[in-house]
């Protein structure tokens, strides 16, 4: 259960991801800094080797600021997935994401147009996979990444049924 | 290469050949180009062979040896051949065919290739004509489909009339007018006459009509649904008449003073001006204290090239200009607005009303004092190219008349002054909200211009304070909805709410508004287009059954649209 933030439409219950994808992110998160730091890591190399010559306060700014942003972007994950949420209302759906940068978006099943469902090697070994809605528009960015499998499975067959019902009615 | 039998499996006798020249017409580069390319190169040659002639030399040369020429001269039969071969053979496998339900285009020598469109998913057909085509009399015709991307199929070329001919049809096939024109060549004759009477009533949804479906009962019959629709029995050939209306011009005179007022004028008054003080600031020092600064400051100083890439540019984008508003006019017809215009090629497109999904009008700057307005549309299918372009810049008088016809009625009292407050309004003392004063901190200039309102037709969203803009997007429309709130508007108590349309030139944003207002009209789009979709989107071939569950749903949709706008929007 998550609590409701300010732009959380009145009385909506959020389903929340499972906790298995913090570790999805997690392991994406540290991969993502790991290489971050190997490049930026170049140039520090080549100066304590003589190569270069960079000033001392740059080598302390840039790695000081770096460990710190790395640290709180991957101490902000498990609050990061626990902020994804989504909820099936009669006639959409609404999918919330974000912390700091919040949206909720509402996509109504009569303008589902698809229902995708994939998973990369880390989440399909977690069980997981990502859904994603796709509408007529392509801002619609509709994705609920890191839903058990077997949920996953239920929310397209259960969207897609839905979708089809609103379409039966054309 | 394909043989013969592989031919008769490809096409048969139903299958309609393009106009013999159409390949002339869309190749004619390559017949000027290679001659011309071939003369440039070898110049000095052909001028001695052109002084050899005359001498009489050449003719002795030919006849003491003859062969460099026999094979200069065979070559150049050769490649002609070869040209007039291949635009016969591309000609002779370009075929295309009109089914009630499809229009389909072969065409391709090696590499065929198969297109067809659903008439009924048909949202725009362009007739156009480049500088050739139209000395030859002949039209290209472009077919948009909703589904899929880009132009999904293209008749080039036909005779003129021919051509018209068949966007009239088509355009009223996929409009739902004609149930079906002539049916002993298509495989559903009966489609039209079954139902076509209950077909009208749904069809409105692709008119003007779109916004008088929840105000009047769906169980109306059809003879009082509207003049056009009641006009055509079942089964009837062609659609009763309507009379065109003239909705706008844009004299030469209009588009050229708006091109210099435009940002692209700005641009090069801008260069063209650094350019000058330039100049006279080099002569004045070159004639004050000699040559020697004068030059130091040229080779440090802008180079006179750095600006012919600009300038280029801005030509470019003038040539488009001009070219897209060049005799412009629109004329609605039954089948849609009609727009015509083009420089040396001839465009004539038609956009039904009933395929708009929203509407922009944007006024720069220095087009105020003048008051001119343009108008842009998105269309599915159209993406973002130029033909987004409704009015390229019209009076608000112009704009009035084509947003009456293209854009459902907005069901408020006075319209115009709701529209003129769009356009020009600030400040939330008006029907429009803006931004609060608390978000000034992060939004102080644009600030009063950001506003919503909503009518129970539509939503208008107005925004920008240099280059002002007001876009409408009707209800039914929406795809989705999103709303979206960073760190300092949570702090500030606002929101930003995006409204999702299929892809083209216009982007739906409400702003920085209230928390409370923005919630609310979320609450309010999405539930309007949740159960839109069930009153705009009708398929033609529904049996009866189908039919009728339709009827049952739009009916419940028109209730919850009409409880819905029942007590007006929050602002």
Redesign the interface.
């Known amino acids: 259960m998550l609590h409701s933030e300010?732009?959380d439409?009145?009385g909506v219950e959020w389903t929340r991801v499972d906790e298995k994808y913090i570790t999805v992110k997690f392991i994406t998160g540290i991969t993502g800094w790991l290489v971050t730091f190997a490049i930026l890591g170049v140039p520090l190399l080549l100066s304590w080797t003589g190569v270069w010559t960079l000033p001392l306060w740059l080598q302390v700014l840039v790695i000081g600021g770096l460990v710190l942003w790395a640290g709180v972007d991957l101490a902000l994950v498990p609050r990061r997935v626990r902020a994804i949420g989504y909820h099936e209302r009669?006639?959409?759906l609404l999918i919330r994401r974000g912390l700091?940068?919040?949206?909720?978006?509402?996509?109504?099943?009569?303008?589902m147009q698809y229902v995708d469902i994939e998973a990369g090697p880390i989440m399909r070994k977690l069980g997981l996979c990502t859904v994603q809605l796709k509408?007529?528009?392509?801002?619609?960015?509709?994705t609920i990444p890191g839903a058990v499998r077997a949920e996953g499975a239920r929310l397209r067959d259960e969207l897609a049924a839905r979708g089809q019902a609103?379409?039966?009615?054309? | 290469m394909t043989g013969d039998s592989a031919r008769e499996a490809w096409f048969d006798a139903t299958w309609t050949k393009v106009h013999p020249l159409s390949p002339l017409v869309r190749g004619w580069v390559t017949i000027v180009a290679i001659p011309a390319a071939f003369f440039a190169y070898n110049w000095e040659m052909w001028s001695n062979l052109w002084n050899a002639w005359r001498s009489g030399e050449l003719v002795d040369n030919v006849q003491s040896n003859p062969l460099p020429y026999l094979i200069g001269g065979g070559a150049f039969l050769a490649l002609a051949l070869l040209i007039f071969i291949g635009f016969t053979l591309s000609w002779w496998f370009t075929r295309y065919k009109i089914t009630a339900e499809h229009v389909m285009v072969k065409s391709g020598i090696l590499v065929r290739q198969h297109r067809q469109a659903r008439i009924d998913r048909v949202q725009a057909v362009d007739l156009r004509q480049p500088l050739l085509a139209r000395i030859a009399r002949l039209a290209e015709l472009r077919f948009e489909v909703a589904e899929g991307d880009g132009t999904a199929a293209t008749l080039a070329f036909l005779r003129k009339r021919e051509a018209e001919r068949l966007r009239t049809e088509i355009m009223d096939r996929a409009a739902g007018r004609l149930a079906a024109p002539n049916p002993r060549q298509y495989d559903h004759p009966a489609a039209g006459t079954a139902h076509s009477a209950s077909l009208n009533v749904g069809n409105s949804a692709d008119s003007a009509a779109i916004s008088h479906i929840p105000r009047r009962s769906v169980h109306e019959p059809a003879e009082t649904a509207g003049p056009d629709e009641a006009a055509v029995p079942a089964g009837a050939q062609t659609p009763a008449a309507v009379p065109d209306r003239h909705i706008a011009r844009v004299p030469i005179w209009r588009l050229i003073a708006s091109m210099i007022c435009g940002p692209g004028g700005v641009v090069v008054v801008l260069v063209v001006g650094i350019y000058l003080t330039y100049l006279l600031l080099t002569t004045a020092l070159l004639w004050f204290s000699g040559e020697q600064e004068a030059s130091v400051l040229m080779e440090i100083g802008l180079q006179p090239a750095v600006g012919i890439p600009i300038l280029i540019g801005a030509v470019l984008g003038f040539w488009g200009q001009l070219t897209g508003g060049w005799n412009f006019t629109a004329t609605m017809t039954q089948a849609g607005l009609r727009l015509k215009y083009g420089l040396t090629t001839t465009n004539t497109q038609t956009v039904p009303p009933g395929r708009v999904q929203g509407i922009q009008i944007q006024q720069g700057l220095l087009w105020r004092p003048f008051g001119w307005y343009r108008v842009i549309v998105t269309v599915a299918g159209y993406g973002l190219d130029s033909r987004t372009t409704l009015l390229p810049v019209g009076t608000a008088g112009d704009v009035m008349r084509l947003t009456a016809e293209m854009f459902p009625d907005l069901r408020v009292d006075r319209p115009e002054q709701i529209f003129m407050e769009g356009l020009q309004g600030s400040g939330d003392h008006g029907s429009f909200t803006a931004v609060p004063a608390r978000a000034a901190l992060f939004d102080p200039w644009v600030r009063r211009r950001r506003g919503f309102f909503t009518t129970p037709s539509a939503l208008l969203i107005r925004d920008g304070r240099m280059t002002r803009r007001l876009t409408m997007v009707p209800h039914e429309r929406i795809q989705s909805a999103a709303l979206q709130q960073g760190p300092l508007a949570r702090w500030r108590r606002v929101a930003t709410l995006h409204i999702h349309l299929p892809a083209g030139p216009i982007t739906v944003l409400a702003q920085n508004q209230d928390l409370q207002q923005i919630r609310q009209l979320f609450e309010q789009e999405t539930g309007y287009a949740a159960v839109a979709r069930r009153l705009t989107d009708r398929n033609q071939w529904m049996l009866p059954e189908e039919l009728a569950e339709f009827e049952k749903n739009v009916a419940e949709a028109v209730e919850k649209l009409d409880d819905a706008a029942a007590p007006p929007a929050a602002p």
């Open positions: 300010a732009i439409p009145a009669a006639d959409d700091l940068w919040q949206r909720v978006v509402a996509v109504p099943y009569g303008r509408t007529a528009s392509a801002a619609t960015d509709a609103r379409l039966a009615g054309l």
